[in-house]
């Protein structure tokens, strides 16, 4: 439960390839009625019991989201040098000014996204948030969660303005970058369909698919 109104941000999540419908059953009723939205993930192709149990509190669109892994075996990318952009990790007073990027790279509203804002982010073992800018001003974000010899990439935006200059690509490859760093030379992401192809040009594949279930909105 992130407290964030959005539903794909609190969710019962099987980290099981065969989920147990009972057990999901019994998470969603005990958080029933739901204050926030709130979504199930499970990996592959939900079953007809897991589709059900969704079904009886109203979630009933499926969403599927490819799971990207770039291998150590690809190595240490080059730096990305995409013309004056600037990468950097984001202090903790300036949470608000990242949590509102991200809500103009997603193009939402910047209260769906004031749990970014929140100072005690900063005190999680191994997550770092990004933004990118240019001259100064912010075209992009990106956060990464690293444990052991494995990083998340997760906020990858960029604002309308400045898309389609490769600044997402050199943003992804910057994560990359920094886990390899924190020595954890395996990354992974979950990508939309549109993003999927920019992933692939820096070397992560499709490997599985998260399917994300959410009510009708």
């Not at 369909?193 to 594949?205: D, I």
Request: charged residues 20%; negative net charge; contains cysteine.
């Amino acid at each position: 439960m992130s407290g964030a109104p959005i539903a794909s941000l609190n969710a019962i999540i099987s980290p099981s390839l065969q989920p147990s419908a009972d057990e999901i059953a019994v998470l969603a009723a005990s958080e029933s009625p739901w204050e926030l939205p709130w979504s199930i993930h499970v990996r592959g192709v939900p079953g007809p019991l897991v589709t059900e149990a969704a079904a009886r509190h109203g979630l009933t669109c499926f969403e599927r989201e490819p799971l990207m892994v770039r291998r150590p075996a690809q190595g240490l990318p080059a730096e990305p040098v995409v013309d004056a952009l600037r990468v950097r990790a984001v202090s903790v007073d300036e949470l608000d000014l990242y949590a509102r990027t991200v809500a103009e790279g997603f193009e939402a509203p910047h209260e769906m996204f004031l749990v970014l804002a929140d100072p005690s982010l900063e005190k999680i073992n191994g997550v770092t948030f990004y933004l990118a800018e240019l001259d100064g001003v912010p075209v992009g974000t990106g956060m990464t969660a690293t444990s052991g010899d494995l990083t998340g990439i997760f906020n990858i935006t960029t604002l309308p303005g400045y898309r389609r200059r490769g600044y997402g690509r050199a943003m992804t490859l910057e994560m990359v970058r920094a886990g390899f760093a924190a020595g954890a030379g395996t990354a992974y992401l979950y990508a939309s369909k549109m993003g999927e192809p920019v992933y692939q040009s820096v070397g992560f594949r499709t490997e599985e698919y998260l399917t994300v279930i959410t009510a009708p909105s």
